[in-house]
């Protein structure tokens, strides 16, 4: 069943297109109606729809920008346009916005039906998700594939590029050509274990399709790396950083509604390809960012420059030998690591580890303090090095051990995620900083908040979700808080309100306002 949301200002025309969808309510549930672009984007955006019913010509924000804003949040947001207005510059407008109906009213049953239908059917062809893991298989393995995916593993592995090994790239159709480039790796939001092999085939299957139908123009290779579907990107145009984020998040999001899993996407720096181009400190950027999915949340597009400036002075350790256990505490991956741990103590509690086991228990605690991003503050508010070591070597029982190594896991996972969320601070700050300098501008937009910052629409939307906000109620309480300062000043006309805190229209204050605090402006007033 597909959720919808109804914006018109009319309230016959929101009752007569509900009782059409009534009829429907098999395929489709009403989430909510709203009068005008504003309410709906405050209110009915965050509930996810995947269909948006709008007239154009509202009060306070139109219908065309309605879907402009809902599609930067929800990239497979499909729409539909009921408007009295016959306009070939609207419907010009609409058909760059991807909409798929555009009706003239009074709206009929007929006519609202058949539009509902092309909906359905192309929101069902988003959702088709073939079963057969071998047609599936067939179709996407190759020869061919199997030793660009060699390749390029290695590629990621390299300081420097042999000339025998460049000459192999070209060879196995692997040309590192375009004069910029980066990385993104694909990875499950789920744990290891709630992935099945099948459906991880099926997502990595589809991750490739959509980088085809998305990234149409582009030259990229795709490749398997530590159970993540990674892509190196190429092209001789420069990169507009808004875009990346728009197409990665789109492919995210059409997995999810595909293959019912949430995907986060981590990007490493955007460059000029060179001579000089490190793959291996390119490839380890993109990896680095997912890290922070732990903070910002899951189903989100990560850039290492958004996360570079906070972070420049953290320091984590690459551990090849425990590199899975090392994976799963930089991820967060608390019940995984203390599983992987537990499982590789109960192995070297046997007489046939007897002459390596001290070696072994050391290794595991490096690599365990190594995972560790702010390892003086671990020794600062945990223990010592040495403390820690006597602490697990003077454990005599194999379950005491565990524990030991449980609560050094909880400490160095608590620690991350804290000196993350620091960087995450930062960066809300900074948000909430600029909303409250600029609120005045009546064109302010999310887009203006990452121009400015120089940080993606994406992690912006990603820090605001982790906050229970969103840039229009930050927006909205910024200016609210001024309404309510200059309202105390009986001298201050409305006019003047309106106009000082970003509004041009006085009646769209007044709706705003009343929306927010239950009470007009001038009753508010009048209760002072």
Same mark, same amino acid.
């Given at each position: 069943?597909?959720?919808?949301?109804?914006?018109?200002?009319?309230?016959?025309?929101?009752?007569?297109?509900?009782?059409?969808?009534?009829?429907?309510?098999?395929?489709?549930?009403?989430?909510?109606?709203?009068?005008?672009?504003?309410? $709906?984007?405050?209110?009915?955006?965050?509930?996810?729809?995947?269909?948006?019913?709008?007239?154009?010509?509202?009060?306070?924000?139109?219908? %065309?920008?309605?879907?402009?804003?809902?599609?930067?949040?929800?990239?497979?947001?499909?729409?539909?346009?009921?408007?009295?207005?016959?306009?070939?510059?609207?419907?010009?407008?609409?058909?760059?916005?991807?909409?798929?109906?555009?009706?003239?009213?009074?709206?009929?049953?007929?006519?609202?039906?058949?539009?509902?239908?092309?909906?359905?059917?192309?929101?069902?062809?988003?959702?088709?998700?073939?079963?057969?893991? *071998?047609?599936?298989?067939?179709?996407?393995?190759?020869?061919?594939?199997?030793?660009?995916?060699?390749? %390029?593993?290695? %590629?990621?592995?390299?300081?420097?590029?042999?000339?025998?090994?460049?000459?192999?790239?070209?060879?196995?159709?692997?040309?590192?050509?375009?004069?910029?480039?980066?990385? $993104?790796?694909?990875?499950?939001?789920?744990?290891?274990?709630?992935?099945?092999?099948?459906?991880?085939?099926?997502?990595?299957?589809?991750?490739?399709?959509?980088?085809?139908?998305?990234?149409?123009?582009?030259?990229?290779?795709?490749? #398997?790396?530590?159970?993540?579907?990674?892509?190196?990107?190429?092209?001789?145009?420069?990169?507009?950083?808004?875009?990346?984020?728009?197409?990665?998040?789109?492919?995210?999001?059409?997995?999810?509604?595909?293959?019912?899993?949430?995907?986060?996407?981590?990007?490493?720096?955007?460059?000029?390809?060179?001579?000089?181009?490190?793959?291996?400190?390119?490839?380890? *950027?993109?990896?680095?960012?997912?890290?922070?999915?732990?903070?910002?949340?899951?189903?989100?597009?990560?850039?290492?420059?958004?996360?570079?400036?906070?972070?420049?002075?953290?320091?984590?350790?690459?551990?090849?030998?425990?590199?899975?256990?090392?994976?799963?505490?930089?991820?967060?991956?608390?019940?995984?690591?203390?599983?992987?741990?537990?499982?590789?103590?109960?192995?070297?509690?046997?007489?046939?580890?007897?002459?390596?086991?001290?070696?072994?228990?050391?290794?595991?605690?490096?690599?365990?303090?190594?995972?560790?991003?702010?390892?003086?503050?671990?020794?600062?508010?945990?223990?010592?090095?040495?403390?820690?070591?006597?602490?697990?070597?003077?454990?005599?029982?194999?379950?005491?051990?565990?524990?030991?190594?449980?609560?050094?896991?909880?400490?160095?996972?608590?620690?991350?995620?804290?000196?993350?969320?620091?960087?995450?601070?930062?960066?809300?700050?900074?948000? $909430?900083?600029?909303?409250?300098?600029?609120?005045?501008?009546?064109?302010?937009?999310?887009?203006?908040?990452?121009?400015?910052?120089?940080?993606?629409?994406?992690?912006?939307?990603?820090?605001?979700?982790?906050?229970?906000?969103?840039?229009?109620? @930050?927006?909205?309480?910024?200016?609210?808080?001024?309404?309510?300062?200059?309202?105390?000043?009986?001298?201050?006309? @409305?006019?003047?309100?309106?106009?000082?805190?970003?509004?041009?229209?006085?009646?769209?204050?007044?709706?705003?306002?009343?929306?927010?605090?239950?009470?007009?402006? @001038? #009753?508010?007033?009048?209760?002072?």
């Amino acid at each position: 069943m597909y959720k919808v949301i109804i914006v018109d200002d009319e309230p016959n025309v929101r009752k007569r297109l509900e009782a059409i969808l009534e009829t429907k309510k098999h395929d489709f549930e009403v989430l909510g109606l709203f009068e005008n672009g504003y309410d $709906a984007l405050e209110t009915g955006i965050p509930l996810e729809p995947d269909l948006i019913i709008t007239d154009i010509k509202m009060p306070f924000i139109d219908g %065309l920008e309605l879907i402009r804003r809902a599609k930067i949040e929800l990239p497979l947001v499909q729409t539909i346009i009921v408007t009295g207005f016959d306009s070939f510059d609207f419907a010009k407008q609409a058909i760059d916005l991807g909409v798929i109906g555009y009706i003239s009213k009074p709206v009929t049953g007929d006519e609202i039906g058949m539009v509902l239908s092309k909906a359905k059917e192309k929101m069902d062809k988003n959702l088709l998700v073939n079963k057969n893991i *071998h047609e599936l298989q067939a179709q996407n393995e190759s020869a061919l594939k199997a030793v660009q995916d060699n390749d %390029l593993n290695k %590629l990621i592995t390299l300081k420097k590029i042999p000339d025998n090994f460049k000459a192999k790239l070209v060879t196995d159709g692997i040309a590192l050509e375009g004069q910029n480039l980066f990385f $993104a790796i694909f990875d499950s939001d789920q744990e290891a274990e709630e992935l099945s092999f099948e459906d991880s085939e099926i997502v990595s299957f589809y991750v490739d399709q959509f980088l085809k139908e998305i990234f149409k123009g582009y030259k990229f290779y795709t490749f #398997e790396n530590d159970l993540n579907k990674s892509v190196l990107v190429l092209s001789n145009a420069p990169f507009i950083k808004d875009d990346i984020q728009r197409r990665l998040s789109l492919i995210a999001a059409k997995i999810r509604k595909a293959c019912g899993y949430s995907l986060s996407v981590g990007v490493s720096d955007i460059i000029k390809n060179d001579t000089a181009i490190s793959y291996r400190k390119l490839y380890r *950027h993109a990896k680095w960012t997912l890290e922070y999915r732990v903070v910002v949340g899951p189903n989100v597009v990560l850039f290492y420059n958004d996360l570079v400036k906070k972070a420049s002075n953290i320091g984590k350790v690459d551990d090849n030998e425990y590199k899975q256990i090392s994976y799963s505490l930089l991820y967060g991956k608390s019940r995984e690591s203390k599983k992987q741990i537990g499982h590789l103590i109960d192995t070297i509690s046997s007489i046939e580890y007897k002459e390596n086991y001290f070696l072994i228990l050391n290794n595991l605690i490096d690599t365990i303090i190594k995972s560790c991003i702010a390892i003086d503050e671990l020794y600062a508010i945990y223990h010592s090095y040495i403390d820690i070591v006597n602490l697990i070597y003077g454990s005599k029982q194999t379950e005491a051990i565990k524990a030991s190594f449980n609560s050094l896991i909880d400490e160095v996972i608590k620690i991350n995620q804290k000196v993350r969320s620091g960087g995450i601070e930062d960066a809300y700050s900074h948000i $909430a900083h600029f909303i409250l300098k600029n609120y005045a501008n009546p064109d302010i937009s999310l887009s203006d908040v990452a121009k400015e910052l120089d940080y993606s629409v994406s992690y912006i939307s990603a820090i605001l979700k982790k906050k229970d906000t969103s840039f229009t109620k @930050m927006l909205t309480e910024a200016r609210m808080t001024k309404a309510k300062e200059l309202l105390a000043d009986p001298g201050n006309k @409305m006019a003047t309100i309106a106009d000082q805190i970003g509004y041009e229209d006085p009646f769209y204050f007044s709706h705003c306002f009343k929306k927010h605090f239950g009470l007009s402006p @001038m #009753e508010y007033r009048k209760s002072l």
